[in-house]
């Protein structure tokens, strides 16, 4: 299976998990991932684990994309307008973009829970997307 980008999420038979850095010693997160030096300007430690980062969130914002975005982006032809959402993520607080598969603008609203799937781009390679709970 070829990802659309490697080491930024991973599939498994336990489903699909977005791929983050830990900073060991405060605790920051981030993503996509940052191997090496701790963000936090009050902290210096100098290697970030790679973890697993919670697979629901809440939605932040969300908005609609009727036209394809620029190359390198292969867009179907005809295009099809994608729904976004960036979602903050339980637990860990940082807010992570995605298509949402199976749901319209319409459909969503700021504080709504959803969850991390899979999908393939028009050109094949899978990306993590958002659904809703099921
Ligand atoms: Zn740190």
Known sequence: MT??????FAVDEDGVFLLGTRCATCGTVT????????P?????????????????GRVWSYTNACYPPPAPYVAADPYVPVTLAAVE??????????????????????GMELE?????LSDGPLVWMWERVS
């Open 116 to 120: 991390l799937t899979s999908g393939p």
């Open 40 to 56: 936090n300007p009050r902290c210096d430690a100098t290697s970030m684990e790679t973890t697993r980062l919670p697979r629901r």
């Open 31 to 38: 993503f996509p991932p940052r191997p090496g030096l701790c």
């Open 3 to 8: 990802l659309a980008i490697e080491g930024w």
């Open 89 to 110: 993520l339980d637990e860990v607080g940082i807010v992570v973009l995605g298509q949402v598969k199976g749901l319209t603008v319409n459909e969503l609203e700021v």
